[in-house]
């Protein structure tokens, strides 16, 4: 899933990154590592802090929130956002004001191509199953065998409001929550500062 998020940032970035003449030629494989990084790390950062809710939220398209500029507004991408253009600054010295246009026009390109890829029904490359499955280290399928009536379709069915509102009387909701939070937690550890040195081997 890594490789597939990298190349999905590689195709947004268009004009963002790779026309910036703030961002030299040898740079721009940096840049798109950064971007990936920045994603792949705050999405797994969420649910290990056990707001799988507000994640399944944002990648469901729910309340339409699949449009760049309503993206500016959500909480998780502003934190994308500021991250990556800091990372820009500080590790490519590239200047605020085009820093912040950067991230401000790739992240929410991102988040919004994987919002479309995720709810298109023809693509089984991504899916919020698959994403929260290389998020938790395989934690998903732990879950499963342990509690045999979960599925991630009624999980995501219960934060989005499919569920009819009853996410609040599913028992056991609490407890996998918190085992995916855990199994995003060991990710953390085991993959710790590796995680932009995989994605740049996909840069070679």
Known sequence: MLEELFNLVKNVAGESASNSREVAPSQQNEVLAEATNTVASGLRNIVAGGGIQSLISLLSGNNQQQGKSSLLSNPIVSMMI?????????????????????????????????????????????SIENLLKSITGGQTEQVAQ?????????????????????????????????????????????NGGGLLDLIKGFTQ
Do not use: C, E, W, Y
């Not at 950067?102 to 390109?109: D, K, R, T």
């Not at 409001?161 to 060991?186: E, F, H, K, R, W």
């Open 82 to 126: 500021g991250h990556f253009a800091g990372k820009l600054m500080n590790k490519m010295n590239i200047g605020n004001a085009q820093a912040n246009s950067i991230a401000n026009s790739l992240i929410p390109g991102v988040i919004s191509s994987l919002i479309g890829n995720i709810n298109d029904s023809g693509n089984s490359t991504f």
């Open 146 to 190: 342990q509690n045999p009536q979960f599925n991630i379709t009624n999980l995501i069915s219960q934060f989005t409001g499919a569920g009819n509102g009853q996410q609040q009387q599913s028992p056991g909701i609490l407890d996998v929550i918190g085992q995916l939070a855990q199994g995003a937690q060991q990710q953390q550890a085991r």
